[in-house]
């Protein structure tokens, strides 16, 4: 008997990791967990294109009525078509929105009000090419598509999620922590440390801002994806009846990165490469007698400029390689590797796509937290900004910023003259002991 048991053990772990490991699409996470979401409402932002419509289609995969809020209704309305035709699945809703519009926004969140239930919420939409502009509302353009309408819906749902005792789930992104100090938020904005400050993020969400350096970006791309991860993590340790989460996807090819990002990204890390490359030989060189000194920086230029050349998708394979693993989830924990790297779309929503659709028990340990893949939370200090912020000022302070933090974006918005949407958190923390605390996600 004891054998029958041990194989059967062996059989529900060997699925588990095959629909949970790097390389893994949500709609084969979805087949192979079985997940069946008849009957419940999903509503997701970006959902056309990219991670967005890897996560919707997983969910119409597993039978959830999706609502698009969509910023193009006829493309949306072309993929969801596309979408219901190869699922079965015509249980679908196109509103229409403009997330740089908070007009906009209120008009679909009164919408969404017609829904008789919301189960999940996904706030994915994001634009990295997006020119910067300040908008009608007085914001830049990138923090208010990425924060600021998402927060104005979150505000909105709330009641509605309560009452299905639902969850929200947020894309996020590695590089957002303000404690990583070769590549995280504060050297992303190219600011000085402390630039996750609320008085210094203030400086910047009403003025245009220049191209991010690296890959000439929307330059507040990782500040909108900073604000919403700590969103979540704000409404992880204040609600007992509604979870939130956030997702990082890896390095995934999706039209907002697949052109001048990834380009960029590639040619960088060539000249890096080669360019390193080059003086290891050119010291070589020298050390053996065969090569003179004045020559060995030639040897440097040299190969930093067949790096930028040469570069291609070798490069992003080299780099994930040599990074910690869900850095780009080019591989898993395992240290098995993906076909593809950068990954794909699909690979990459498949984060988004469990934490909206397993059971709510098997994500409990993890809610706030930012997570890769299957709700996996690495530890490292430099990848969850909370984490870091708790381990660098206590948790008492780190919640003290959550709290004024949301209260800062409540009065940005008021001022912005939507102050029509009262707070819906709840004023004291969750009843649940330490849920959402850096404790216990660690444990």
């Known amino acids: ?96 929105v403009d997330l740089t519009s908070l007009n906009s926004t209120r008009k679909a969140a009164d919408a969404l009000m017609d829904e008789q239930h919301i189960n999940v919420f996904i706030g994915d939409a994001g634009g990295i090419m997006l020119p910067s502009f300040v908008t009608a509302d007085g914001f830049e353009s990138e923090v208010q598509l990425e924060y600021f309408a998402h927060f104005y819906f979150v505000q909105r749902l709330l009641p509605k999620l309560r009452e299905s005792r639902g969850r929200i789930v947020f894309t996020g992104s590695d590089g957002i922590s303000p404690y990583d100090k070769i590549a995280g938020l504060c050297s992303q904005l190219r600011e000085a440390p402390g630039c996750e400050a609320i008085d210094r993020i203030a400086t910047r969400i009403g003025r245009v801002v220049p191209p991010q350096i690296f890959a000439h970006f929307n330059g507040n791309e990782f500040l909108g994806l900073y604000l919403r991860v700590m969103l979540a993590r704000q409404i992880a340790l204040l609600e007992t009846n509604v979870t939130a989460f956030s997702f990082h996807p890896g390095w995934a090819d999706t039209p907002g990165t697949s052109g001048v990002f990834d380009k960029k990204a590639e040619e960088w890390f060539g000249m890096f490469f080669l360019g390193n490359a080059g003086l290891v030989l050119g010291v070589l060189g020298f050390l053996s007698g065969l090569v003179p ?58 984060g988004g796509a469990y934490l909206a659709a397993t059971h709510v028990s098997e994500i409990l340990n993890v809610n706030g937290a930012m997570t890769v893949l299957c709700g996996n939370h690495p530890t490292d200090l430099t990848f969850d900004p909370y984490v870091g912020m708790v381990d660098k000022i206590g948790e008492p302070a780190a919640r003290d910023y959550l709290k004024a933090l949301y209260k800062k974006s409540q009065q940005w918005i008021n001022k912005a003259g939507y102050g029509d949407v009262q707070s819906h958190f709840v004023d004291t923390v969750s009843d649940v002991d330490g849920i959402g605390s850096r404790v216990q996600i660690l444990m």
Not at 306 to 331: E, I, N, S, T
């Open 1 to 96: 008997m004891w054998q029958i048991v041990a194989i059967l053990v062996y059989l529900w772990a060997l699925a588990e990791s095959s629909s949970c490991n790097a390389g893994t699409t949500s709609v084969q996470l979805i087949k192979e967990k079985g997940y069946n979401l008849a009957g419940q409402t999903h509503v997701i932002t970006g959902g056309d294109s990219g991670l967005g419509l890897g996560i919707a289609t997983a969910l119409m995969e597993a039978n959830a009525k999706v609502v698009f809020l969509a910023h193009d209704v006829n493309k949306t309305q072309t993929m969801a078509r596309s979408i219901a035709s190869r699922t079965g699945n015509h249980d679908f809703r196109i509103i229409s």
């Open 293 to 350: 000194l004045k020559r060995v920086p030639l040897g440097i230029a040299l190969g930093g400029l067949l790096g930028y050349l040469f570069a291609g998708k070798w490069v992003a394979a080299q780099y994930c390689g040599m990074v910690p693993y869900y850095q780009c989830l080019c591989r898993g924990p395992d240290g098995t590797s993906t076909e593809t790297c950068p990954i794909s779309s699909l690979e990459g929503s498949v």
